[in-house]
């Protein structure tokens, strides 16, 4: 595992590297789907907002609330895909891990909660 000097060998280090590409790769997706879970909750709230101002209702094809659910509702997907292929990767590679747990897969969980109840709050109107 080690050369003569302490110095972790070649196949240490591109393990590491690879676990950290994939953890790097998963934050990535966690970034992605919080920027649209947040984006159409905010459009949720701000035509909420509007509307009890007085604010004409709009009535069309894809309302800002059908808007709001469809943006929380992809970022959840594509969390959820992104989080699945992340596991697969990692279990090819879980004999040379060592037991590392991925902080990555736990903050996707956590968004994926917290988007959960964004979803949620919008079906409900809440």
Same mark, same amino acid.
């Given at each position: /595992?080690? %050369? &003569?000097?302490? =110095?972790?060998?070649?196949?240490?280090?591109?393990?590491?590297?690879?676990?950290?590409?994939?953890?790097?790769?998963? @934050?990535?997706?966690?970034?992605?789907?919080?920027?649209?879970?947040? $984006?159409?909750?905010?459009?949720?709230? $701000?035509?909420?907002?509007? =509307?009890?101002?007085?604010?004409?209702?709009?009535?069309? #094809?894809?309302?800002?609330?059908?808007? &709001? /659910? #469809? @943006? #929380?509702?992809?970022?959840?997907?594509?969390? #959820? /895909?992104?989080? !699945? &292929?992340?596991?697969?990767?990692?279990?090819?590679? %879980?004999? =040379?891990?060592?037991?590392?747990?991925?902080?990555?897969?736990?903050?996707?969980? !956590?968004?994926?909660?917290?988007?959960? &109840?964004?979803?949620?709050?919008?079906?409900?109107?809440?």
């Amino acid at each position: /595992m080690s %050369s &003569a000097e302490g =110095q972790p060998d070649s196949t240490h280090l591109a393990i590491d590297r690879t676990w950290l590409a994939h953890e790097r790769t998963l @934050m990535a997706w966690v970034r992605t789907a919080t920027s649209m879970i947040s $984006f159409g909750f905010t459009i949720y709230k $701000f035509f909420e907002y509007e =509307q009890g101002r007085g604010a004409p209702v709009m009535h069309g #094809v894809l309302t800002p609330r059908d808007f &709001a /659910m #469809v @943006m #929380v509702s992809i970022g959840l997907v594509a969390l #959820v /895909m992104a989080t !699945l &292929a992340h596991r697969k990767q990692i279990r090819g590679l %879980s004999a =040379q891990l060592q037991g590392r747990r991925s902080m990555a897969a736990i903050v996707a969980g !956590l968004v994926s909660v917290f988007g959960i &109840a964004v979803l949620l709050s919008a079906i409900f109107r809440t």
